[in-house]
C-alpha cells in the first residue's frame, strides 16, 4: 500500500506537459497545474489565435491568464523531493543505451544481451536472472554496438572468428564462403589474442620503467649542467674582476659564450627528456585503453579494437642512457686562470685557448643514440618552423613583404630606420628573426631572375665592411647554397664546392643543431639531397636569404 502511495504523489506532483517534477508550480482557473515554464511555452504556441487553453481539459482562456506561483504547492512538492516520495524514473537520455523492451518513455538500460542483441532495464532484466532459458546468455554493459555482432548475410549472431581472413562470422558464414578457412570460435580467439595483450602490456610496461629511469638520469645530468656551468661562470666573474680594466671585453664574451652552450646543452637535454615524458604518457595510455579493452565481455568488440591498440611505434631513444661523468665547464676554468696568469698573452694565446675549450665542452646528446634523420618530406615536415625575416638587419635596398617572409632587391633605397644589426653596402642580405637550436626544416622559393643564397649564420657575422667579412659563406660565422637557373654551389668560409641535383626552383633546408647537420635539398615532385654538412655548431644560428641582381626569395609557409 505504501508503494501505491508512492506513485500516486509522483503522478500527482508530476507537469503533465513535461512529465517532470513540477518546478516554480503554478495553477490555472480550471485546477490544474504546471511547470511556470511549460504552460507558458504552450501558451505561446496559441498567441496567434488570440484563445489560451488548458492541455488537459482544453478550457479556454481569453485573455492570456497572468500566472502566479503556487506557493503551497511548490512547498509541498519539496517536502515531498525530502521525503524520497518523488523519485525520478531513471529514463534513457540521448547519450545512455535505452531498454528495448520498454514502450513509450523508455528507461536506461542496465545490461545487453550479446545472444538476444537487446539492451534490458532492471525490470525487464529479471527473466535472464530467473529463467533456465536465458541462464546461458551472455550480459555485458549496455552497448549500442549490438547489431556489430550479427552477421549481414545471414542475420545470425557472429560466434566464430576466421584466422584467414581475420574477421569474425557466423557459423553459417563457416561452411559457405569460409569453408575450408582455419575457423575457431570467438571465444577461442579471444583466449588467444588476451595472452597476446598480456603480453603487449608487459613490454609497455617495461618500456614506462625503462623511460622512467632514462627521464630521472636526465634530470641528474641536467643539475650537474647547471650546477658546473654556474660555478664556472661564478669563478670566471672573480678572475676578471682583477683585471677588469684590461679584461672587460674579454670577461663578457666568456660569459656569453659559457650562457650560449650551456643554453645548447639544456636545451637538447630538456628537449629529449620532454619527447622522452611524451612517450611515457602515451604509454600510459595505450596501456589504460589495452586494461579496459582486456575486461570487456564482448569478444568482437576486443577483436575489433584489439589490433590497432596492440600496436607498439618503434621508440626512436635509445633503451638505457649512460651517462660517463663530464667535466663540463671545469676545464674553462682553468682556462681563465691560466688568462689571468699571462696577462700579455689574453688577446692571442689566452683568448684562443678559452675559446677552443667552450667548444670541445661535451654534449650529453652525443652520447645517446642519435635519433634518425627524416627520409620523406612527410618525416621533414614534422620539423617545420615558422620563420620570418628581421627587418632590423634587411640591407636597405631588401623589401619585406608577405608578413616579412619575403626579400625582394630593389633599384630604390627602403625607408628602414637606422639600427646596428642591418647589413649595409652590397650585401643584400637579411637575417632570420628566429634563432634556430635543435631539429628545423624550412623551404624557400626563388622567383625571377638572378640568384639567391640560402644560408645559416651565427648572429655575430660583421654587418659592414668588407664583403668578406660580411656576406654569407666567405667567414667561419655562416654556410651558404649558391642557386641559380643553371646550377648550384655550396660555400663555407671562401671555398666553393660545386653541387649536382636536379634544379629547381625551391630548396629544402634541414638543421640539426645537436648533431651538427645541415642539408640542403631540392624539392619538385621529388625530395633530392643536394649537400649535407657534418660540423659543430657552437652558438644559435639564424636563416640567411641573399638576392643579387634582380629577383626575391620567400620563406614558404609550410602546413
Not at 633503451?319 to 689571468?340: C, G, M, N, W, Y
Request: charged letters at 25%; proline letters at 4%.
Amino acid at each position: 500500500m505504501a508503494q501505491k502511495e508512492v506513485q500516486l504523489d509522483q503522478k500527482t506532483f508530476s507537469c503533465s506537459i513535461c512529465l517532470d517534477p513540477l518546478k516554480n508550480p503554478v495553477t490555472v482557473s480550471c485546477g490544474h497545474s504546471y511547470c511556470m515554464s511549460c504552460i507558458k511555452t504552450h501558451w505561446d504556441t496559441e498567441d496567434g489565435k488570440r484563445l489560451y487553453s488548458c492541455p488537459q481539459c482544453r478550457k479556454s482562456f481569453t485573455p492570456r491568464p497572468v500566472l502566479e506561483k503556487n506557493t503551497m504547492l511548490a512547498d509541498l512538492v519539496e517536502e515531498l523531493k525530502k521525503t524520497g516520495l518523488h523519485a525520478d524514473p531513471c529514463y534513457a537520455g540521448p547519450e545512455d543505451v535505452a531498454c528495448d523492451v520498454c514502450t513509450g518513455r523508455k528507461l536506461k538500460a542496465c545490461k545487453s544481451c550479446l545472444q538476444c542483441l537487446a539492451s534490458y532495464c532492471d525490470k525487464h532484466l529479471q527473466p535472464h536472472y530467473e529463467s533456465t532459458t536465458f541462464k546461458k546468455h551472455t550480459l555485458v554493459e549496455p552497448s549500442k554496438t549490438l547489431q556489430e555482432n550479427l552477421c549481414s548475410r545471414h542475420d545470425e549472431v557472429m560466434k566464430m572468428f576466421c584466422r584467414t581472413d581475420q574477421q569474425s562470422i557466423c557459423y553459417l558464414c563457416s561452411v559457405d564462403q569460409h569453408k575450408g578457412h582455419d575457423t575457431v570460435s570467438a571465444a577461442a580467439e579471444r583466449t588467444e589474442r588476451q595472452r597476446e595483450l598480456e603480453g603487449s602490456r608487459g613490454n609497455i610496461q617495461q618500456r614506462i620503467q625503462d623511460r622512467e629511469k632514462d627521464v630521472e638520469l636526465l634530470q641528474q645530468e641536467l643539475e650537474a649542467i647547471n650546477g658546473s656551468a654556474d660555478k664556472a661562470v661564478e669563478h670566471s666573474e672573480k678572475m676578471f674582476t682583477e683585471l677588469i680594466r684590461l679584461m672587460e671585453k674579454r670577461r663578457s664574451d666568456v660569459k656569453q659564450q659559457l650562457r650560449s652552450q650551456q643554453q645548447t646543452e639544456v636545451s637538447g637535454v630538456k628537449e629529449l627528456q620532454e619527447k622522452l615524458e611524451q612517450e611515457i604518457t602515451e604509454l600510459k595510455r595505450k596501456d589504460a585503453e589495452l586494461h579496459k579493452l582486456s575486461h570487456t565481455q564482448d569478444h568482437n568488440h576486443f577483436l575489433h579494437h584489439y589490433p590497432s591498440l596492440s600496436a607498439l611505434s618503434p621508440s626512436t631513444h635509445s633503451s638505457s642512457i649512460k651517462i660517463r661523468p663530464l667535466t663540463h665547464f671545469e676545464d674553462v676554468t682553468a682556462a681563465v686562470s691560466q688568462v689571468r696568469e699571462k696577462l700579455q698573452d689574453v688577446l692571442t694565446e689566452g683568448w684562443t685557448n678559452i675559446s677552443h675549450t667552450l667548444t670541445r665542452v661535451e654534449v650529453l646528446l652525443s652520447q645517446l643514440e642519435p635519433e634518425p634523420e627524416p627520409e620523406t618530406r612527410a618525416e621533414f615536415l614534422k620539423y617545420s618552423c615558422d620563420i620570418t625575416l628581421d627587418p632590423n638587419t634587411a640591407n636597405t635596398q631588401l623589401l619585406l613583404s608577405e608578413g616579412n617572409r619575403r626579400a625582394t632587391l630593389m633599384k630604390q633605397h627602403q625607408s628602414y630606420p637606422h639600427h646596428p644589426d642591418r647589413f649595409t653596402g652590397y650585401v643584400y642580405q637579411v637575417l632570420s628573426r628566429e634563432s634556430l637550436t635543435g631539429r628545423c626544416y624550412w623551404e624557400v622559393e626563388r622567383r625571377g631572375g638572378g640568384f639567391i643564397y640560402l644560408a645559416v649564420s651565427y648572429k655575430n657575422i660583421s654587418r659592414a665592411g668588407s664583403s668578406y667579412e660580411c656576406s654569407f659563406g666567405f667567414n667561419d660565422k655562416s654556410w651558404t647554397l649558391y642557386c641559380d637557373n643553371n646550377r648550384f654551389y655550396f660555400r663555407y668560409n671562401k671555398v666553393s664546392t660545386r653541387v649536382s641535383g636536379p634544379l629547381s626552383s625551391r630548396v629544402g633546408v634541414y638543421l640539426d643543431h645537436g648533431a651538427g647537420i645541415l642539408s640542403f635539398y631540392s624539392i619538385s615532385e621529388t625530395m633530392t639531397l643536394l649537400h649535407r654538412v657534418q660540423t659543430t655548431f657552437t652558438q644559435p644560428l639564424h636563416a640567411g636569404l641573399r638576392i643579387d641582381y634582380s629577383g626575391s626569395a620567400e620563406l614558404i609557409k609550410l602546413k
